[in-house]
């Protein structure tokens, strides 16, 4: 079935670091989304990639679709506390398909 | 607009026992999934229905995990009898027919003792 790998698994940061994590897959997907977790709740989507190449922004929060389909990447600028928290991507082939989720980087930042 | 409503929020039971989880999607999400993530993972997808039928069940342990959205809107997810490797959280999605943007509830977390 289809696989995605999640990395890095954590990081440790300093408030006000810049942060990158990527998200591979082992087929292609049509349709990519970031999701934050806090603790004891679910997942909350962040941004939504429709199309391979686009790059789209959510605040300090820029996520890509890669040109292959088969990546993406969210990058986070100038962190604060309040990004802590479990950060995933999940693909979708089309609208009908399952929605798949990588493993989960786990984000801890210091102040 | 009210989001997903999952019900109970937590749920300890002890092995070989039954459990039922209900889910409220989002008024007018045909799509609805049913997740288990375990401590430290990412969420599983165990089914997902579209309107009251089963479009994936394929990670679904029918010998013991059930569901049902009988009428297309709101869903249970039942375990019997429960086993220790079932303590997860079970969140519940929706989305809206030909749409690709999931939304959570909060989820169940399950303790299995």
């Known amino acids: 079935g289809q696989q995605l790998n999640q990395s890095p698994q954590s990081m440790f940061i300093q408030e006000g670091e810049d942060v990158s994590m990527n998200c591979t897959s082992s087929s292609i997907f049509n349709t990519w989304l970031w999701y934050k977790q806090d603790p004891g709740e679910g997942p909350v989507l962040l941004i939504a990639?429709?199309?391979?190449?686009e790059l789209t922004s959510n605040g300090r929060l820029t996520a890509q679709f890669g040109i292959t389909r088969k990546d993406s990447f969210l990058n986070i600028s100038a962190s604060i506390p309040s990004d802590v928290g479990i950060y995933f991507c999940?693909?979708?082939?089309?609208?009908?398909?399952?929605?798949?989720f990588g493993e989960g980087t786990q984000l801890t930042v210091n102040p | 607009e009210a989001g997903v409503a999952q019900s109970p929020r937590y749920k300890i039971i002890e092995k070989r026992q039954s459990v039922a989880f209900w889910c409220n999607p989002i008024s007018g999400h045909a799509t609805l999934y049913w997740y288990q993530q375990i401590l430290g993972q990412g969420p599983k997808l165990l089914i997902q229905f579209q309107n009251n039928g089963v479009v994936d069940d394929s990670q679904l342990p029918k010998d013991r995990f059930s569901a049902e959205r009988l009428k297309g809107v709101d869903s249970t997810l039942k375990i019997q009898p429960a086993k220790l490797e079932d303590s997860a959280v079970y969140l519940c999605?929706?989305?809206?027919?030909?749409?690709?943007?999931?939304?959570f509830g909060q989820g169940t977390r399950l303790t299995v003792v």
């Open positions: 999940a693909g979708l082939f089309d609208s009908g398909s399952r929605l798949t």
């Open positions: 999605a929706s989305r809206i027919s030909g749409g690709t943007e999931a939304f």
């Open positions: 990639l429709y199309k391979a190449g």
